[in-house]
């Protein structure tokens, strides 16, 4: 709808303006709203996406700190009770028991941080005389699926060099 309004020019005539009524349509009501609903998805998407990757940065740090104590426990147990101690097999190791029995079977261990549940275990193979391969399997369910770090080192008798 358009309407007329006079206006008082700077010379001081009289002038006649032609304009819309002022006001918002239907249309740009729509629009604004769209867009108002299209940034609030976008910010509630990229909050859940950065707390999924913040749990899964989480429970990677905590399944390497896993390994890593596994591997120095294994390198406790060589250093006392020394390096033929070490038997080949898949182990769980308990420090709760007597030094010389830390490490036992079955082999998968469950341990349980806020609400993630983690494996662990640790293989033991001969690589040659006075040399083995430690591998440290720390396994978890994530929204991803399996997640698992791996760590492994040679241990050797170093008593003998």
Excluded at 45 to 57: D, E, H, L, V
Excluded at 64 to 93: H, P, W
Excluded at 147 to 161: A, E, G, K, P
Aim: aromatic share 6%; charged share 20%.
């Amino acid at each position: 709808m358009k309407n007329h309004k006079q206006v008082v020019g700077m010379s001081g005539c009289k002038v006649v303006r032609r304009g819309y009524l002022s006001g918002q349509s239907l249309i740009e009501v729509i629009v604004s709203v769209s867009i108002a609903v299209i940034v609030a998805i976008a910010l509630i998407s990229m909050s859940i996406i950065t707390g999924r990757a913040a749990r899964a940065a989480k429970n990677n740090t905590q399944a390497t700190k896993l390994a890593e104590e596994y591997m120095e426990q294994v390198r406790i147990f060589r250093d006392r009770n020394g390096f033929s101690a070490i038997v080949n097999g898949c182990y769980k190791i308990d420090t709760s028991l007597t030094e010389s029995t830390w490490l036992q079977q079955p082999c998968p261990q469950t341990i349980t941080l806020d609400t993630t549940v983690f494996t662990r275990k640790v293989d033991i193979t001969d690589v040659i005389v006075d040399k083995k391969l430690i591998v440290v399997t720390v396994n978890w369910t994530d929204q991803g699926g399996v997640q698992s770090v791996v760590q492994q080192t040679y241990l050797t008798r170093w008593d003998v060099f």
